[in-house]
């Protein structure tokens, strides 16, 4: 299982934060998932990893509208690492059309530039290995 996950700077109290992403091994849903993750978006893969598809529908169905600011001339900042399936043209176009900056940070330097991962989510990591 692999995970997308958001962490907006900016609060809103209208808005609840953008709900994770789930990517299972698999080729069908099992309803168990549902039950389980239900405030989550759930999507399958052959490996259980994101891949170029899963995250153009992460940018467009969970990203994009969950951000989204009241001010439509408002931009937003998105950090992403320097997965391959960040910078396809697709979700570039995808997020200049819909105001969203990407920056991206340099491979194999999440230890030292990526505060989420070593903050936060190795804490969540830890708990799913324990919890597994």
């Not at 958001?6 to 934060?17: F, T, Y």
């Not at 989550?40 to 940018?59: E, P």
């Given at each position: 299982m692999s995970l997308i996950e958001?962490?907006?700077?900016?609060?809103?109290?209208?808005?609840?934060?953008p709900r994770p992403w789930f990517i299972f091994k698999g080729k069908q849903h099992i309803k168990q998932w549902f039950d389980a993750y239900n405030e989550?978006?759930?999507?399958?893969?052959?490996?259980?990893?994101?891949?170029?598809?899963?995250?153009?529908?992460?940018?467009e169905r969970c990203f994009e509208p969950e951000t989204r600011p009241d001010d439509k001339n408002e931009w937003r900042l998105l950090i992403v690492d320097g997965h391959a399936s960040h910078v396809t043209t697709k979700a570039i176009k995808f997020c200049l059309a819909h105001k969203i900056v990407l920056l991206c940070l340099p491979p194999h330097a999440t230890h030292i530039l990526q505060p989420l991962d070593v903050g936060i989510f190795a804490l969540l990591a830890a708990l799913y290995k324990k919890g597994v």
């Open positions: 958001c962490i907006p700077l900016k609060a809103s109290s209208q808005r609840p934060r989550a978006h759930i999507s399958l893969s052959s490996k259980g990893w994101t891949d170029n598809n899963i995250r153009y529908k992460w940018f």
